[in-house]
């Protein structure tokens, strides 16, 4: 008899280090790669996974979010399937969540519906493909109350993760410790460590009880990795996945065993440029393991005027539907749809969002523009910092960012 799995997807974060894009809207609804969102990468791995049953639990500015999902992420209700957002509901009293382990202990009902025999606990804001039904098999052989997945990272890097510490078998956990400056490589990888990547598998029964006993904890900030993953550990009845062991469909050497936290703005544009190089760090044209969205009914790009020096170019990018480049240049960069370049304006290292408007003469250089954007003739993104700083937001890498429908100066 096949097992019942439920996945339960924490969306409620508010992703404060990625201020402006999150001014308006939540952390995992951003918009990513052109046509996504970050939550399509996270639901699109459990649907190729053959997980069809998942609850998205949300809570700050999620409109935008809860829309996106309502019109894009819609399964077979004849199966019995479904992905359905579910707002803090107070049931336990008018306060929000308090923390991502508090937030399913709020959502217990889900699961008491369900009846599922194992629980997938992931977060919605990182950028990867991974096949979770293997992590999911290798948690029911291990008999463990939760399995949880680690990225092997090098050891100098510890103090920017949570560390997953291992017992010398190399898959019980033995501690959890958030960012620690001194550690133990791995077994039989004394340079590596595992850094956990927010995503778990849990013995349904074991999550359950564990949420409950951590709700009674006044002292608890109540959240998975930080208490509830503790907690199992010194029971000894939690295990580590090792991540570089998931084989994902038509995976290529160059982009397997990829994950990004994109929680910064650094790091969030870093992630688009790893996908706009001929071969890709993160191959998004992988057929075998989709990434699904919908991005509505935009028509082909368009490239427009091609004499001396006015001509509608682009190299090096990807460039979303809808898009008109006119007479534009655009470089290295990740245009979203409806986006329109004009005569000899020049788009280099940047990542673009929907229904932003590059004036004429224009240059935008190392910059994250948010939706429906006017930068108007001849006005330079990038071009001066210390210019920049005093009229947008500007990353510690130099990447300015323009937040939605902000007005642009000249």
């Not at 539907?321 to 005569?343: A, D, F, H, K, Y």
């Amino acid at each position: 008899m096949a097992v019942k799995v439920l996945a339960i997807v924490l969306a409620g974060g508010e992703g404060k280090r990625l201020m402006p894009l999150t001014a308006d809207r939540a952390k995992p609804g951003v918009p990513f790669g052109g046509i996504y969102r970050m939550i399509d990468f996270v639901l699109s791995n459990l649907a190729n996974g053959g997980y069809l049953k998942i609850v998205v639990l949300t809570q700050y500015k999620s409109h935008s979010l809860d829309r996106h999902i309502t019109k894009t992420w819609r399964m077979s209700t004849l199966l019995g399937n479904y992905v359905t957002p579910v707002p803090a509901q107070q049931r336990l009293g008018p306060r929000w969540f308090a923390g991502s382990a508090d937030a399913i202990y709020q959502s217990l009902n889900l699961i008491n519906d369900e009846k599922p025999d194992y629980v997938i606990v992931f977060g919605a804001d990182h950028i990867y493909r991974m096949d979770p039904k293997q992590m999911v098999e290798q948690h029911i052989a291990s008999g463990a109350a939760v399995t949880v997945a680690g990225i092997r990272q090098p050891k100098t890097l510890s103090d920017q993760f949570g560390v997953i510490d291992v017992a010398e078998d190399g898959r019980r956990i033995r501690a959890f410790r958030e960012k620690p400056r001194d550690v133990d490589g791995l077994p039989g990888s004394p340079d590596e460590i595992y850094a956990s990547m927010g995503n778990y598998v849990f013995t349904t029964r074991a999550l359950c009880e564990a949420v409950t006993k951590d709700a009674q904890d006044p002292d608890s900030k109540h959240d998975m990795g930080g208490n509830i993953i503790p907690m199992l550990v010194e029971r000894g009845e939690a295990n580590v996945y090792d991540f570089r062991d998931n084989d994902v469909p038509g995976s290529t050497d160059r982009d397997r065993g990829y994950w990004r936290d994109v929680g910064t703005l650094d790091s969030f544009y870093e992630a688009h440029m790893d996908l706009i190089a001929t071969l890709p760090i993160f191959n998004l044209y992988n057929h075998d393991w989709p990434i699904f969205t919908n991005y509505g009914s935009w028509p082909p790009a368009k490239f427009v005027h091609g004499y001396d020096d006015r001509q509608g170019r682009a190299i090096d990018s990807m460039i979303s539907p809808g898009v008109v480049v006119s007479g534009g240049l655009v470089e290295g960069s990740v245009i979203s749809p409806n986006v329109r370049v004009n005569s000899w304006a020049h788009v280099e290292g940047s990542v673009i969002m929907e229904g932003v408007s590059v004036g004429r003469r224009a240059v935008v250089r190392n910059a994250i523009i948010d939706k429906n954007v006017v930068i108007p003739e001849g006005a330079q993104i990038g071009v001066d910092l210390d210019r920049d700083r005093k009229l947008y937001t500007v990353s510690d890498n130099g990447i300015v960012v323009i937040g939605k429908g902000q007005q642009v100066e000249l």
